[in-house]
């Protein structure tokens, strides 16, 4: 992993972003860990190209650490997108209180894509808002559950440990 050091002292990136010389989404800490981590879930929840870049823009903007934000993003790929996206249809569907719709034929084309968006894009889209921020909360309060236990088990440790 390269340092933070050499990448914000790129020219190119000195000029496009002098956000990134914030020292703020470059640290290790509890706050800023949890807060990539929530930024991450909820851009991976996303139904929109370039996730990565969007949770690298919020990440900044929200001053969270930029190297946990943009991997996060990976738990949506290729392989688990569709199982995520029909949860979040599903969820969609629930809250709406409507019936999905009763035929599903899939194929690979954009006039597939472009006919059946215009039947499920509101259960879609309010599901895949409810799922992201509900991956989102959830994964900030772990990750802060987890960090304070550590530093729990760390104090009980070191009060445990024998004194020389």
Known sequence: MPDHRHVTENQLIKKLLP????PGIWHINRRSISGGVAVGLFCAMMPIPFQMVLAAFVAILFRVNILTAVPMVW?????????????????GIMLLGSKGTAHFNF???FAWLASELLLIWEPFLLGCFVVASVSALLGYS???LCWRYHIWQSIKNRKNRPRS
């Not at 997108?81 to 949860?87: D, E, Q, S, T, W």
Request: charged fraction near 5%.
């Open 19 to 22: 956000n990134l010389q914030d």
């Open 75 to 91: 738990v949506s790929n290729p392989v688990t997108m569709p199982p995520i996206f029909y949860f979040c249809y599903q969820v």
């Open 107 to 109: 194929e690979l084309s």
């Open 142 to 144: 772990l990750i802060q």
